[in-house]
C-alpha cells in the first residue's frame, strides 16, 4: 500500500501526523489555513514541499467550505484580497524552505489574473485558485519520479564501474512523508532499488527531531528497502570503513549559486564526502530553487525551541497494538540551567556539492566552476 502523508479530495483535508510516527499512524484533519499553519508550526506536516502543498490545500479547503457554507465574498476582488491574506499568514509557518513562498508567489498571480477577467465572480476566482493548488499536488509526484529517474541514472553513471550495486547515505527525511509522494532523496533510492542498482541505504537518525530514524526508517521499512540505521555522529566512521558511493541529500532552498539549505548536518556530511572523495548529491525539484536568494548567506534559518533538544519524546511500548498517545512520555535529558543553540537547518556552500538533481536532470557545476541554475 501507497504511503500518503496528505490525503485530500475537494473540501477536504487529512494529513498523517508524523510527530506520532513510526508507533502511531493518526490523521488529522485541517478545515483551515489556520490549521494548516499550526499544523506545519508543529511539525506534524513538514518537508519543504509537503509543506507548500498542506498550506496551499487547506486553504483551498476552507475557500470551499466557505462557498458551500454560503459564506464565500460575491466579489472577485474580496475573494482575492482574502487569499493574499491567508496566504501571507500561511507563509510564517517556517521560514527556510522556500517552496511555501514559491506556491504563494504562483498563486497569488493565478487569483490576480482570475480577478482582472470581464465579470470575474468570488466563485471564479475561488475556483482558479483550487484547481492551481490541486495541480501543485500531482506535479509534485510527477516531478519527484523525475527526479528520482535522474538521480538514479546519474549515480549508476558517476558512482560505481558497470553493474556494481551502490550504497548510499542519506540524511533527514525526504520521502513520502516530506513531499506529495515518492520523495525527492529518497525518490532517487526508491528508483536505485526499483532498477535494482542499490545494495544498501544508510540513513541517520537526524537528531533533535529524528526525522532519519522516526520517519525514513519507517519508510524504508514499510517499502522493504534494504537499510541501516545510524546514528548522526556514526556517519564519519561509516564512510571511512564501508564503501559508501554517494550521500544524497534533500533541500529546503538552494540559492542561486548553488548553495544549499538542508537539515542540520548536512553540512557536515558535505565535508567529510569531499575529504573522503564520495559524490555530494542535493535532490530537489526546481520549486526549491530561490534565484532571488543569491547565497546561502541570505537564507533565514529557523531556530527551533530548545526543548527539541532537552527533550525526548519516548513511548512506553507495553506490547504489540497497546500504544497510544497516553502511552506517549517526554523525558527530559538535560538540565534546564544550560543555554540550548536548535538550528533546524544549515547552509552546504556550492564547492562542497556535485550536483543537483532537479525533475529536468541533474544540475553538475560549469568549467567556470560555478552551478548556472534555472527555475
Ligand atoms: C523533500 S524536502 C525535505 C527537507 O525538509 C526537512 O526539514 P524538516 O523536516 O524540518 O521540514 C529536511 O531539511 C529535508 O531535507
Redesign the pocket.
Known amino acids: 500500500m501507497v504511503l500518503q502523508a496528505i490525503v485530500y479530495a475537494r473540501g477536504e483535508l487529512r494529513i498523517l501526523d508524523q510527530t506520532k510516527l513510526p508507533h502511531q499512524e493518526q490523521y488529522d484533519s485541517l478545515r483551515s489555513s489556520i490549521d494548516g499553519w499550526h499544523a506545519i508550526k508543529e ?1 506534524r506536516v ?6 507548500a502543498i498542506v498550506a496551499t490545500l487547506a486553504l483551498a479547503v476552507e475557500l470551499e467550505t466557505m462557498q458551500t457554507s454560503g459564506k464565500l465574498p460575491e466579489t472577485a476582488e474580496e475573494v482575492k484580497e482574502f487569499v493574499h491574506q491567508k496566504l501571507n499568514y500561511l507563509v510564517t509557518s ?1 521560514p527556510t ?1 522556500v517552496n511555501l513562498a514559491d506556491a504563494a508567489r504562483k498563486l497569488k498571480k493565478i487569483v490576480d489574473a482570475a480577478a482582472a477577467e470581464k465579470d470575474s465572480t468570488g466563485e471564479k476566482v475561488k475556483n482558479s485558485y483550487i484547481l492551481a493548488a490541486e495541480n501543485m499536488l500531482v506535479d509534485d509526484v510527477r516531478d519527484n519520479e523525475n527526479i528520482g529517474r535522474h538521480g538514479a541514472e546519474w549515480i549508476v553513471g558517476n558512482c560505481t564501474s558497470s553493474g556494481e550495486k551502490v550504497s548510499v547515505l542519506t ?4 520521502g513520502s512523508l ?2 506529495a509522494g515518492y ?3 529518497l525518490g532517487v533510492i526508491r528508483s536505485l532499488h526499483a532498477n535494482g542498482s542499490l545494495e544498501r541505504v544508510f540513513c541517520t537518525e537526524t537528531r533533535p ?1 529524528n ?1 532519519g530514524s522516526r520517519l525514513t526508517a519507517y519508510e524504508l521499512v514499510h517499502d522493504n528497502i534494504p537499510a541501516t540505521l545510524i546514528t548522526d555522529s556514526t556517519a564519519a566512521a561509516l564512510v571511512q570503513k564501508e564503501n559508501i558511493s554517494a550521500i544524497i ?4 532552498r538552494v540559492a542561486a549559486n548553488g548553495d544549499t539549505a ?2 542540520i548536518g ?1 553540512y557536515a556530511l558535505s565535508i567529510l564526502a569531499r575529504h573522503h572523495g564520495v559524490k555530494f548529491l542535493v535532490a ?1 525539484p526546481r520549486t ?1 530553487i530561490d534565484l532571488a536568494t543569491a547565497s546561502g548567506e541570505d537564507i533565514t534559518i ?1 531556530v527551533r525551541p530548545s526543548e527539541e533538544v532537552r527533550q525526548f519524546r519516548g513511548v512506553k511500548d507495553r506490547g504489540k497494538g497497546d500504544i497510544d498517545s497516553q502511552h506517549w512520555e517526554t523525558i527530559s535529558t538535560a538540565p534546564e540551567g544550560i543555554e540550548v543553540w536548535n538550528p ?2 544549515d547552509v552546504t556552500p556550492a564547492e562542497l556539492i556535485d550536483g543537483i538533481v532537479t525533475e529536468e536532470g541533474v544540475v553538475e557545476k560549469g568549467h567556470d566552476g560555478v552551478f548556472h541554475l534555472s527555475m
Do not use: L, W
Open positions: 511539525m513538514r518537508g519543504a514541499p509537503a509543506i517556517r524552505a540524511h533527514c527525511n525526504t516530506a513531499t520523495g525527492t532523496a527531531y526525522q541529500v534533500g533541500a529546503d538542508n537539515k548536512t530537489a526549491t529557523e533546524s537547518f
